[in-house]
């Protein structure tokens, strides 16, 4: 149980196009998902906070006009890199939490998406 | 907000040697203390977790204590293995929030 799936799992783009990644809790519902992003040889920086039918809320620093995020269902958000450019290069990974498992911290990662911007 | 150090960057040990890994925090509010194994290109997997209502938890060759006044947590390897070479995360969420702050990473090499 508990599983977490992104897709896609890598995607090469040309500087100034959008992309478009994908973050499915497979076997549970998630109110609330998590972005990261993560440089070679760096932790795991938290991008922002998606919940379910509200805004994003983004962590400072991140521009929330060009990391556009979408939380639609209980079982999906996204993440949309738009004008993307070779700095944003980097692996993004989301996590999610278990709706059925209320005050509970666990979080539940997918398998990470490799962007790499030309 | 809370903050999360994270002690050794770096550790080599010989197979069979333990191996033990320290983060602080800083907010003595925090009561959720989960570390995560991650290896190269993979998903962060959690590997143990501790709750700020106990001291200590063990699961078989890993173990994680917990020092509530000195506001630092350990993961303790045992019987270290080849496999167990990975960079090694801790992490701890900002009281009232769901999200968790992760600390800067220990890359463990385990040698044969």
């Known amino acids: 149980g508990a599983v977490v799936s992104q897709h896609p799992s890598w995607v090469i783009c040309k500087s100034g196009t959008s992309v478009k990644i994908e973050c499915r809790s497979l076997?549970?519902?998630?109110?609330?998902m998590f972005w990261y992003r993560q440089f070679p040889k760096q932790s795991l920086m938290l991008m922002a906070t998606?919940?379910?039918?509200?805004?994003?809320?983004?962590e400072q620093g991140v521009e929330k006009d060009k990391f556009l995020i979408n939380h639609a269902s209980l079982t999906l958000s996204t993440l949309t890199v738009t004008s993307a450019h070779p700095e944003d290069s980097s692996f993004y990974i989301c996590?999610?939490?278990?709706?059925?498992?209320?005050?509970?911290?666990?979080?539940?990662f997918g398998p990470g998406t490799r962007l790499t911007v030309l | 907000g809370e903050n999360v150090e994270q002690h050794p960057s770096t550790l080599s040990v010989q197979e069979g040697d333990s191996a033990v890994i320290k983060c602080t925090y800083s907010?003595?509010?925090?009561?959720?203390f989960p570390w995560y194994k991650q290896e190269l290109g993979k998903r962060p997997q959690l590997i143990i977790d501790?709750?700020?209502?106990?001291g200590e938890k063990k699961d078989q060759r890993i173990a994680v204590t917990l020092n509530k006044t000195a506001k630092h947590f350990s993961l303790h390897i045992t019987e270290t293995q080849p496999e167990d070479s990975a960079v090694y995360f801790c992490?701890?969420?900002?009281?009232?929030?769901?999200?968790?702050?992760f600390g800067t990473g220990t890359r463990l090499l385990v040698s044969p």
């Open positions: 996590s999610a939490r278990d709706v059925g498992l209320a005050g509970d911290n666990e979080q539940f």
């Open positions: 076997d549970f519902q998630a109110t609330t």
């Open positions: 998606s919940n379910e039918g509200s805004k994003a809320t983004y």
């Open positions: 907010d003595s509010a925090s009561n959720y």
């Open positions: 501790i709750r700020s209502n106990v």
């Open positions: 992490a701890a969420p900002p009281p009232g929030f769901q999200k968790l702050v």
